[in-house]
């Protein structure tokens, strides 16, 4: 397999020389920018409910638990749609298969505004949570075709920054947009913007054996960065076989332990700083998209952490990956205190910690999918984890739909931190085996000029 990726890789070098077309210095960074913008719009979409939920409980008269519904028929639709997302991705394509899924998560938000009712309204969010489960498979596929190991968690750090972004903008546009047109007219923009990312998607994106404006330099440095593993282009991707491997498992379980955090941070913090710290709507546009802007910086910092563990520790890629998901898990304090400050401000920076912690979490989490499964099989693989992500935050938001008027949401803070506690022990515990060929690769990929 590995023979065989070399020869695809040097028959489009081939044709680079014969195409002589202007080449772009760093291209691998372009793609990874294109793909941070489609996040951005797909978390501005799924972010938009969030800011509206005061407003849309008065308007359609709803209760706590119904919110809940209309949140988990999001999620349970998301985790269920992920490893199809993934395996759609891995059988034709990231290229079309990310834009048929971009166009349906568009479409899904604009129709939105025609609900009348909490039922309605949990149709066509489920219908958006399906569409809108490519995001991460596509991504990571996509780092995995464009970055040598070293450079992926620098990679899906900003990748992941467009989670941050599109939901910390989220706030002060659709407070805007309910202020002054209506709440329909929120999901309307917020979802048709992704319509002009599907254009340029299209547009621009290609796999690096097939991309025009690569440079042959830029194009030896990629192959030659990536793991033995990654290598391994060949074959049809299986959930059978992805699931048969422990490391899958190392990955799955710390995702289904980590998700329900930033989806209680997504779902509800206007929700709760509205019912528990009396904010009022303008308060929200001007403060709820802090916790984001902190998640921001989790993303880069956790990309960053990787290389500076290796360096300061000369540790393996595999294990850097982890104490990065331990230092988020201890830096889950922050939310687990919540409850115990008087001040809504405080709160606020006390979320901020949660979200940038998370984040440091997630991106390492994405990353070791990429680090340890081909490039045939990473999409299902990510997929797959996500389903399982998915499933726990679905289940925790029936818990603090139907609990939260009674015990508070203190306790459901607390329960964030251990459970992204348990899940670094989980991922020191089943991620063992590949770390003695990652050394190796690590003291090759050292010697790698990185002029590209």
Known sequence: MEIESRLTWQHASSRRHAVQRRTIKGLRWWIISLIMIGTIFNYLARSSLSVAAPTLMQTLHMSTQQY???VTAFQACYALAQPVAGFVLDSVGVKIGFAIFAFGWAISNMLHGLATSWPSLAFFRGLLGASEAAIFPAGMKSISQWFPAKERSVATGWLNTGTSIGAMIAPPLVVWCILKFNWQFAFVLTGGVALIWVGLWLVFFRSPAEHPRLSVDEAEYIRAGQTRAQQSSAGKPSWKEVLKQRRFWGIGIPRMLAEPAWQTFGAWIPLYMVTVRHMDLKEIALFAWMPFLAADIGCLVGGYLAPLFIRWFGCSLITSRKLVITTGACLMIGPALVGFVASPYVAIALFCVGTFAHQTISGSLFTLASDVFGQHEVATATGLSGMFGYLGATIFSLIVGAVAGTIGYSPLFVCLMLFDVVGAIVAWRLIR????????????????????
Do not use: G, M, P, Q
């Not at 050394?439 to 000029?449: D, F, V, W």
């Open 68 to 70: 809940s519904y209309i």
């Open 433 to 452: 085996e590949e770390e003695k060929t990652d050394n190796a690769e690590i003291a090759i990929e050292s010697t790698l000029s990185v002029r590209a």
